[in-house]
């Protein structure tokens, strides 16, 4: 996806307090807020001192029935709304669903299908809009209006559909950032929350804020973090974040799908007696996932999971009593140990380098010096003990019998 323009100087950052409920002087505020302006500035235009506005937004005081009208009027609101008793927000509503079914049943034949949503999305927010400065304390309709907000600035970025102005685009950027962070700040509806936190992502990425997009991509949980990161690779100006980004949420993805995988194949196991075709197939994709992930992920993190897949293959033909099929699996686990082996042993000495996963995945090479050779070497044994464990009969074991087993185990005791 190519960005077709820039806008510079960008800024819109969440405010910090959270309140769960308002009071008339917080309601006065954030409307004030919602028309960005300042107390000085209000009190001129209602004709007030500002320290009196300064008292209102405290809660030392209260309007008199004579400055609520006017108060109201100047913040484009309803008395009612001021005063928390609700007013003609449902009426409202409903007229806005009205307004947006009767705008897409009028059709734009003349228009191309992208020039028809455009101006859709267009109207959509500017009706919305006019909603959300009136009934600044419905996040419903706020959050709508944030996501549409975005598919406007989008829509112009992207592919200057709407053709605005410096000005005009900073304003609606500003806005929509601003009913978001509202969202985030003041609503307790988790729903909400979560996807204004999604949106808010995705409007500091088209705009070019990579490090805000991250910031918010912090303090939520990891596969939220990971969708987002998609989203933020996708939208990414530039050839060098979209590249970074989309490793990071590859990278991340195939981790979790391993981890995934591997308890699902383990599971598949204990369930799979009445057919264990299917136990082993499960095996050998899990496998397969393994040596792919290999192409991505730090070697040394999948140095485990493949010897834990071999094993696990092996066990399952032994159930069947495939003793030709787990001779197979003992060579090539001696083959992923000796390799891992050596693999190791230069990390541990230095002489080879292990690049780490833009995510800082887990891999046993994180700190070589740490390597324990010893260790490994008998958990790399311990690999080969449990298939012939796994024997109902020890004393009459093919398995143990087997000079090509017993060669595969040699080659590992001699590391």
Same mark, same amino acid.
Request: with cysteine.
């Given at each position: 996806m190519s960005v077709g323009r820039r806008l510079d100087g960008f800024d819109g950052n969440a405010e910090d307090t959270k309140l769960h409920t308002m009071t008339v002087g917080q309601r006065i505020k954030l409307y004030r807020k919602s028309k960005n302006l300042s107390q000085m500035e209000l009190s001129e235009m209602i004709g007030v001192a500002v320290q009196t506005v300064s008292k209102w937004e405290r809660d030392n005081s209260m309007p008199d029935i004579s400055q609520i009208v006017p108060l109201a009027k100047t913040l484009g609101t309803t008395t009612d709304a001021i005063l928390g008793m609700g007013g003609d927000e449902a009426d409202e509503m409903k007229e806005i669903r009205d307004y947006i079914r009767d705008l897409l049943d009028s059709g734009y034949d003349d228009q191309s299908a992208d020039r028809r949503k455009c101006d859709i999305n267009k109207k959509y927010y500017d009706r919305l809009r006019s909603f959300v400065d009136?009934?600044?304390?419905?996040?419903?309709?706020?959050?709508?209006?944030?996501?549409?907000?975005?598919?406007?600035?989008?829509?112009?970025?992207?592919?200057? !559909?709407?053709? $605005? %102005? *410096?000005?005009? @685009?900073?304003?609606?950027?500003?806005?929509?950032?601003?009913?978001?962070?509202?969202?985030?700040?003041?609503?307790?509806?988790?729903?909400?929350?979560c996807k204004a936190k999604s949106t808010l992502i995705c409007v500091y990425a088209v705009m070019g804020s990579i490090d805000k997009a991250i910031l918010e991509c912090e303090?939520?949980?990891?596969?939220?973090?990971?969708?987002?990161?998609?989203?933020?690779?996708?939208?990414?100006?530039?050839?060098?974040?979209?590249?970074?980004?989309?490793?990071?949420?590859?990278?991340?993805?195939?981790?979790?799908?391993?981890?995934?995988?591997?308890?699902?194949?383990?599971?598949?196991?204990?369930?799979?007696?009445?057919?264990?075709?299917?136990?082993?197939?499960?095996?050998?994709?899990?496998?397969? !996932?393994?040596? $792919? %992930? *290999?192409?991505? @992920?730090?070697?040394?993190?999948?140095?485990?999971?493949?010897?834990?897949?071999?094993?696990?293959?092996?066990?399952?033909?032994?159930?069947?009593?495939?003793?030709e099929k787990v001779i197979e699996c003992s060579e090539k686990l001696a083959d992923i140990c000796c390799d891992g082996y050596v693999y190791l042993s230069k990390l541990k000495n230095g002489s080879v380098r292990e690049e780490e996963g833009l995510y800082h995945l887990e891999s046993q090479a994180q700190n070589p010096e740490e390597i324990d050779l010893e260790k490994l070497k008998e958990s790399f044994i311990w690999d080969f003990v449990k298939l012939y464990d796994e024997c109902d009969d020890t004393f009459d074991n093919p398995i143990v019998r087997s000079e090509r087993f017993i060669a595969a185990k040699k080659r590992v005791e001699a590391l």
């Open positions: 009136k009934y600044p304390l419905n996040y419903e309709m706020m959050l709508e209006c944030g996501i549409i907000g975005y598919n406007v600035i989008h829509e112009e970025i992207v592919s200057n !559909l709407h053709g $605005f %102005s *410096e000005k005009e @685009l900073n304003r609606i950027c500003c806005d929509t950032v601003r009913m978001l962070c509202t969202i985030l700040n003041y609503d307790v509806h988790l729903g909400r929350n303090d939520i949980d990891e596969d939220e973090r990971n969708v987002n990161l998609y989203k933020i690779s996708m939208l990414a100006k530039d050839n060098e974040s979209r590249l970074k980004y989309g490793k990071i949420c590859f990278e991340n993805s195939l981790r979790n799908t391993i981890r995934m995988m591997y308890w699902l194949t383990g599971a598949h196991s204990v369930i799979g007696e009445p057919n264990r075709d299917n136990a082993i197939e499960a095996w050998k994709k899990f496998f397969h !996932l393994i040596e $792919f %992930s *290999e192409t991505v @992920l730090p070697k040394s993190y999948n140095l485990w999971h493949k010897r834990f897949a071999i094993v696990g293959l092996a066990k399952e033909y032994l159930r069947r009593s495939d003793f």
